[in-house]
Nanobody
Framework: QVQLGESGGGLAQAGTSLRLSCAAS????????MGWFRQAPGKEREFVAR????????DYADSVKGRFTISRDNSKNTVYLQMNSLKPEDTAIYYC?????????????????WGQGTQVTVSS
């Protein structure tokens, strides 16, 4: 059974940093894609960042470019999201997503496996 477990969320002040982690079990995602999405109250789930394989290919939403960094440790089947210069508009539930195959798109439907999410709240 595949499980994705996010951690690292919480309350942060604007301008500070948080680091999210997502540990995967039950399937090897080494050669596939892992990504982060977020969903704010009343809004649809949106793409944040994506990393494929060993990390040679990464992709970010325009809203987080230059502030967020996605990385992964395949030996631990874990993906990270370093979030710097946080803004109140970053407040959302952050979800980890994974696929055992290459994913080029930022669509929610491209990822078959999802975590339960971790809340990030940024105060001004």
């Amino acid at each position: 059974q595949v499980q994705l477990g996010e951690s690292g969320g919480g309350l942060a002040q604007a301008g500070t940093s948080l680091r999210l982690s997502c540990a995967a079990s039950g399937r090897n995602f080494t050669y596939g894609a892992m990504g982060w999405f977020r969903q704010a109250p009343g809004k649809e789930r949106e793409f944040v960042a994506r990393i494929v394989g060993g990390g040679a290919e990464v992709d970010y939403a325009d809203s987080v470019k230059g502030r967020f960094t996605i990385s992964r440790d395949n030996s631990k089947n874990t993906v990270y999201l370093q979030m710097n210069s946080l803004k109140p508009e970053d407040t959302a539930i952050y979800y980890c997503a994974a696929a055992t195959y290459y994913v080029h798109s930022s669509y929610v439907s491209a990822y078959p496996y999802w975590g339960q999410g971790t809340q990030v709240t940024v105060s001004s």
